[in-house]
Structure formats: C-alpha cells, structure tokens
C-alpha cells in the first residue's frame, strides 16, 4: 500500500497541508509529557481531568442522538491551531454544515476549520481497516506530522452488520485487537489523542461497568485499550439534555455532569443542589 498524505483527496472532503491557520478558543495543557485538548466543553474536560488526552484512546459510547456525533464536530471546531484531524466517518454522520454552524456560533472561521480535517468514509470493515493503516502511515510520514487528533466514529458500525450472532464473535473479537492495539500504538509513539465513539448495549460482563447499566459494544477488545471511557445518555424529558458519566479512567473516580446539546456544542449544565446551595457556578457554562 502506498503512502498516503494529508493532501490526498476522501471521499467526502479534501483537507491540505496548507499554512492555513485557524483561530481556536480549545484549550491545549501539558501535564507529564502528554498534552491535553479541550472538549470545548468545561464539565467534559472536567470529567476527563482537562481534556482529552494524547498518547491515549477516549472512547464515548452511548444510544443514538446522545451527541456523540455532535461532539465529534465540536472538538474538529475547538482543537488548536494549526493543528490537523483525521475523521474515519463510518456511519456517514461528518457534515461540514454542522462544522459551519458550531464555527459561526463560536465566532470562529469554518473555512480554515474545514482545511485542516480529513474525512475518510469506510464503506465496511475492510476499508475501514485500510483508513486505520491510512491515518497510521500519514502520522507517522512525516517527523512534523500536524496531525493531533484521529476520531472513529464509530468504531463499531460496520462490525456489528457484519459480524452478527455469537458465530462471527471470535473473528470480528480478532479483528478489533489488531487494530485497536494499532490505533493505541499510534497514539502513544506519535502522542496524538484517539477518540472513538461505540454504541451501547445492556450485555453486561465487564469488571469496570456496573451490572444492567449500559455497556459498549465490542467488549473486553475495546474496553481495555480505552484509557478514558465515558457513558451519554439521555438525561430527561428533552432530548438535548445529555448525562455525561465517566466509567474509566486512570485518573479520576466515577463522576457524571449534565450537559444540553446547543448549536455552539455544549452548554454546561448547573445541578439543581449547586444552584440550591447558592454556589458560585459562574464559571461552569460553556456558551
């Protein structure tokens, strides 16, 4: 397989090595050696001890329309110039208009925005895999790689449909090793951050979820690769309100924010008990 290059041409959307820069309100620490890039949400960068974090997989799994899509988007919106992300877009859920309207929301320029993300759009498994060795040989091309974040979502989309009923398990459970160990490889050798968004599903049989609640597809494989796994639910009568609950990670013990899906990205929900308590909670909205 050839090389590839962030110049060649996805499916959906080209994206160039162009000295474009974007202007970026995302945040971007140091702790240790790794860095961490905003959310573009203050209680998801709470929840995962300030950010997502490189050298490491963060995986966001949840039902549909718990925003996992949404946030996919934002954090394409908020990651730091002149920062570059890879998009493998499984489902077909990458819309540059949803990158238009979180940009223009934040006061901030979709163009360059849209210059500096590569979507890939894996028809099935198979392909999939090949964007996966793809996105390695593009990070790894180039010494000064300005590739920072590799989303997958989701990862479990084309495995599901082709691999059902408990006969395909051992297969796609072989399949997902390879290359979830591949994805972890890259991220800590290139100290990029990985994320990847999973479905639920009520099977239970992992020491880190608790019994009934719900679980990610793919198991163990995935799980145990994932260094930081947070749960999206619905959280209410509104859809636009999202629990977001955090089930892993090495830093931090089990914690939960709400958030409310807006057209900017997240705006951080107050608990009810804060406000109640005359708390100072000026600092916790995102708008």
């Given at each position: 397989?050839?090389s590839?290059?962030v110049?060649?041409s996805?499916?959906?959307?080209?994206?160039s090595?162009?000295?474009?820069?974007?202007?970026?309100?995302?945040?971007f620490?140091?702790?240790?050696?790794?860095?961490?890039?905003?959310?573009?949400?203050?209680?998801?960068?709470?929840?995962?001890?300030?950010?997502l974090?490189?050298?490491?997989?963060?995986?966001?799994?949840?039902?549909?329309?718990?925003?996992k899509?949404h946030?996919?988007?934002?954090?394409?919106?908020?990651?730091?110039?002149?920062?570059?992300?890879?998009?493998?877009?499984t489902?077909?859920?990458?819309?540059?208009?949803?990158?238009?309207s979180?940009?223009?929301?934040?006061g901030?320029?979709?163009?360059?925005?849209?210059?500096?993300?590569?979507?890939l759009?894996?028809k099935d498994?198979k392909?999939?895999?090949?964007?996966f060795?793809?996105?390695?040989s593009?990070?790894?091309?180039?010494s000064?790689?300005?590739?920072?974040?590799?989303?997958?979502?989701?990862?479990?989309f084309?495995?599901?449909?082709?691999?059902p009923?408990r006969?395909?398990l051992?297969?796609?459970?072989?399949?997902?090793?390879?290359?979830?160990?591949?994805?972890?490889?890259?991220?800590?050798?290139?100290?990029?951050?990985v994320?990847?968004?999973?479905?639920?599903?009520?099977?239970?049989?992992?020491?880190?979820?608790?019994?009934?609640?719900p679980q990610?597809?793919g198991?163990?494989?995935?799980?145990?690769?994932?260094?930081?796994?947070?749960?999206?639910?619905?959280g209410g009568?509104?859809?636009?309100?999202?629990?977001a609950?955090?089930?892993?990670?090495?830093?931090s013990?089990?914690?939960?924010h709400?958030?409310?899906?807006?057209?900017?990205?997240?705006?951080?929900?107050?608990?009810?008990?804060?406000?109640?308590?005359?708390?100072?909670?000026s600092?916790?909205?995102?708008?």
């Amino acid at each position: 397989m050839s090389s590839p290059d962030v110049d060649s041409s996805p499916k959906q959307h080209k994206a160039s090595h162009s000295n474009n820069l974007f202007k970026s309100d995302g945040k971007f620490t140091h702790q240790q050696g790794k860095q961490r890039l905003s959310t573009g949400s203050k209680n998801l960068d709470d929840l995962l001890s300030g950010g997502l974090e490189t050298g490491a997989i963060t995986q966001f799994y949840g039902a549909s329309n718990t925003g996992k899509t949404h946030l996919c988007h934002l954090i394409c919106v908020v990651l730091p110039s002149p920062y570059q992300a890879i998009y493998i877009d499984t489902e077909g859920g990458f819309r540059e208009e949803r990158i238009q309207s979180i940009a223009t929301a934040r006061g901030l320029d979709h163009t360059n925005i849209l210059s500096n993300i590569q979507v890939l759009q894996p028809k099935d498994s198979k392909e999939q895999e090949s964007h996966f060795e793809d996105a390695c040989s593009i990070v790894k091309s180039s010494s000064n790689s300005k590739v920072k974040l590799l989303i997958v979502d989701s990862m479990m989309f084309h495995y599901i449909a082709e691999y059902p009923g408990r006969s395909g398990l051992s297969k796609r459970a072989h399949s997902l090793n390879i290359y979830m160990h591949m994805l972890h490889n890259l991220a800590q050798t290139k100290n990029i951050a990985v994320l990847i968004t999973n479905q639920s599903t009520s099977n239970p049989r992992h020491r880190d979820f608790e019994a009934n609640s719900p679980q990610p597809f793919g198991g163990n494989v995935i799980s145990n690769t994932s260094t930081y796994i947070v749960n999206l639910e619905c959280g209410g009568y509104f859809a636009s309100n999202i629990d977001a609950r955090l089930i892993k990670s090495p830093l931090s013990s089990f914690n939960s924010h709400p958030l409310k899906i807006v057209e900017s990205g997240f705006v951080d929900v107050v608990p009810n008990y804060l406000r109640e308590n005359g708390e100072d909670v000026s600092g916790g909205l995102d708008e």
